[in-house]
């Protein structure tokens, strides 16, 4: 879209290096010592339960707000010392923030005459731009006659036609509907993809930061709680916050007992149960201060292989949501939450008050520091 | 999230139907209530406003008799006049009498958005209670007549008075120099009289500025100088336009204040208007040149809702 020759490429491999930022506001720790570092060229999510400071970091990175303490490189360079004008960086804002008295190519262009470029290029790039996110037939309106989803486009392209090292996404999806969002969430996927500039996305919706991320800083009051591929996330979540804000989990206090080979063994409300574990996880294991979390699809309630964890409950209840079924369990002096996909080649016959077998392989129990 | 889908709301028909004591009203009867109820407004409005308008402009095209009396002959001699057709070729006082007035117009709506824009802005800053205290301190003058506030200037300004006693002893002014009478006196309670209705208008739109659009224009590359230039003057255009509007009007007109604190030395259209009237007998004259000042008003408030067309809200007060 652009001669590649305006900005000269930084050797930096990473996009976006925050050390130890800090912000406060009055009593409150907006950030409480953030370091995370963001590849160039990636989809980065900052997900977090609102209040917990990934929209303050990302106005930091805008250039919006200061930090306290702390340092922030953009492309390898120094950034704080940096008026958020002089960043090479662009917002996509959750108001969108549109000019009202400016036509959409006008706000398009914005950017551009900031820069003063010929009037020419600006036409020239203003339309591409428009054409690449299908906004083209909107030029002449004002943003007071358009859409939410249309307001979404136009806000998004008045940020990607200056080409930002990094854009910046602040909850850009959150005040559109179910169906466009999903739609939207696609079409920043592909753009992204096409584009090649590195996003860092601002969301509170888990899943739409495991559809569109690389990689997702989990934030909880002021820190990185855990920072990883969705899968990490999912799979091996450190800390209880994280195991319950990312999917479903079922979490059970635990004392250890023994420890035999990759294996614990720990006392739980449900019964003793084998933990497959690293050599990290023993240590904590015998530390004492963790907590098990068991994902409730990968429990089974037939068909269970040698080596799995038994354990005899009662159904008290079940809720049939189509594709799948949840069942809520009493196992001891626990509930737990036990899901299972209807196939179709398979129907489990169970009704609530029926005993059941539960099967818990025990490399999908998962310890979590607490 | 997912919880938010919109509910349909149940479709409602508008009932287009006055009550009047409890009991529907047919559409007739409205209008004939209605026109009732405007009546003595609209009759008022043309007996003292209307008629008079329309004498004074049959008045404009009439010759003056030789003892000052009106002969009803038509002639556009008064409008030539005006634009300087004199006995002897091209005579400018006239054409300068209205251009001085335009200027003096011009100029104060100018002193006053300067001077107004910083006031609304601050304005805008208070809390809630200090903006009802810092409006009425705005609107307080208004409690005073015009006139006694001129004189108040000239006491002021007089040279035995504090004002220019103290500059005289800062040595910024010789001793005894009366600040008045002058232009720099006129401009001055020029813009102190008309500034409220600049304040006014420019508070109300600067109280609707969406202060997150300077955070997208600096976020895109704006300088701050630049970011309000573009995202947050465009948003109180209509209220600099009605505020402007609201000054340059009453103020091309004013000639109490150029009177007693310009000297009385300097023509403009409202002295001149009285002059015709008063002192030169001359009534067709004098009806020309208010029609001219009516033109130029009207001119500009053309001016105006051209400029606020196609906004939603257009902020006069």
């Known amino acids: 879209m652009q001669p590649p020759d305006t900005k000269p490429a930084s050797p930096s491999a990473l996009a976006v290096e925050c050390q130890h930022l800090t912000r406060r506001f009055g009593k409150v720790d907006a950030l409480a010592g953030v370091s995370l570092n963001v590849r160039r060229g990636e989809f980065f999510s900052l997900l977090g339960p609102s209040g917990c400071g990934k929209t303050t970091l990302l106005r930091i990175i805008a250039g919006l707000d200061l930090p306290d303490n702390g340092e922030l490189r953009i492309g390898g360079v120094p950034a704080l010392r940096l008026p958020a004008w002089k960043r090479p960086v662009n917002t996509v804002f959750q108001s969108y923030a549109l000019f009202p008295h400016l036509s959409v190519s006008e706000n398009i262009a914005f950017g551009l005459r900031m820069k003063r470029m010929s009037s020419h290029d600006i036409a020239r790039l203003t339309t591409s731009v428009m054409e690449l996110t299908q906004i083209l037939e909107l030029a002449g309106r004002h943003p007071n006659e358009l859409s939410g989803g249309q307001k979404q486009r136009v806000a998004l392209a008045r940020a990607i036609v200056n080409e930002p090292q990094v854009l910046l996404l602040d909850e850009p999806l959150g005040a559109l509907d179910l169906k466009l969002r999903k739609e939207l969430q696609f079409e920043l996927h592909q753009l992204q993809q096409r584009l090649g500039i590195t996003f860092v996305h601002v969301t509170h919706d888990q899943d739409e930061a495991m559809a569109l991320s690389d990689r997702i800083a989990v934030m909880n009051a002021g820190r990185v709680e855990q920072l990883g591929t969705p899968e990490e996330l999912y799979e091996r979540p450190k800390t209880r916050f994280v195991a319950q804000f990312i999917g479903a989990c079922n979490l059970l206090e635990g004392k250890f007992v023994a420890h035999t080979g990759g294996t614990v063994e720990v006392e739980t409300p449900v019964g003793l149960l084998r933990v497959e574990v690293t050599s990290a996880g023993v240590e904590l294991a015998e530390a004492n201060k963790f907590s098990l979390g068991i994902r409730p699809e990968r429990i089974s309630l037939e068909g269970g292989a040698p080596g799995d964890n038994r354990l005899m409950g009662r159904i008290e209840s079940i809720a049939f949501n189509g594709a799948e079924s949840h069942y809520r369990v009493a196992v001891g002096r626990a509930e737990v939450r036990v899901t299972e996909l209807n196939t179709g080649r398979r129907t489990l016959g169970l009704f609530a008050g029926d005993a059941v077998e539960l099967f818990v392989p025990p490399s999908n129990i998962f310890l979590l520091e607490s | ?317």
């Not at chain 2, 409890?22 to 109820?37: D, I, K």
């Not at chain 2, 003292?48 to 030789?66: H, N, T, W, Y």
């Not at chain 2, 006031?119 to 003058?141: D, N, Y």
């Not at chain 2, 309670?189 to 739109?205: I, N, Q």
């Open chain 2, 1 to 317: 999230m997912a919880d938010a889908i919109p509910q349909p709301l149940p479709k409602r028909r508008r009932i287009r139907r006055t009550v009047h004591f409890g009991e529907p009203m047919p559409p007739g009867a409205q209008t004939f209530r209605a026109a009732w109820l405007c009546g003595p407004a609209l009759a008022w409005v043309t007996v003292f406003l209307l008629v008079p308008l329309l004498f004074v402009i049959a008045l404009s095209f009439a010759q003056r008799g030789d003892a000052g009396e009106i002969v009803w002959r038509f002639t556009g001699e008064n409008y030539a006049r005006l634009l300087g057709h004199g006995a002897l070729g091209f005579d400018p006082v006239q054409p300068l009498i209205l251009a001085r007035s335009l200027g003096v117009g011009l100029a104060t709506a100018l002193l006053c958005l300067l001077t107004g824009l910083p006031v609304a802005f601050f304005i805008a800053s208070l809390s809630r209670r200090w903006k009802t205290v810092a409006l009425t301190l705005v609107v307080i003058p208004f409690w005073t007549n015009l006139l006694i506030r001129t004189y108040a200037w000239q006491v002021l300004l007089a040279p035995e008075g504090w004002l220019a006693e103290t500059l005289a002893s800062a040595g910024l002014l010789p001793p005894g120099t009366a600040l008045y009478p002058g232009w720099p006196a006129v401009m001055l309670a020029m813009v102190c009289d008309y500034l409220p209705f600049m304040v006014l208008p420019l508070y109300a739109s600067v109280e609707k500025v969406d202060w997150s659009l300077i955070e997208a224009a600096e976020d895109l590359g704006a300088s701050p100088l630049r970011a309000f230039w573009h995202a947050v003057l465009p948003q109180i255009r209509p209220g600099m336009v009605a505020g402007g509007v609201l000054v340059f009007l009453p103020a091309t007109g004013q000639f109490v204040i150029p009177d007693l604190l310009g000297g009385a030395k300097v023509a403009l259209l409202g002295n001149a208007v009285q002059q015709q009237f008063n002192v030169s007998r001359d009534w067709p004259f004098g009806s020309a040149i208010a029609v001219a000042a009516l033109l130029v008003m009207c001119l500009s408030l053309w001016l105006h809702t051209r400029v606020t067309k196609g906004r939603r809200e257009v902020a006069l007060p």
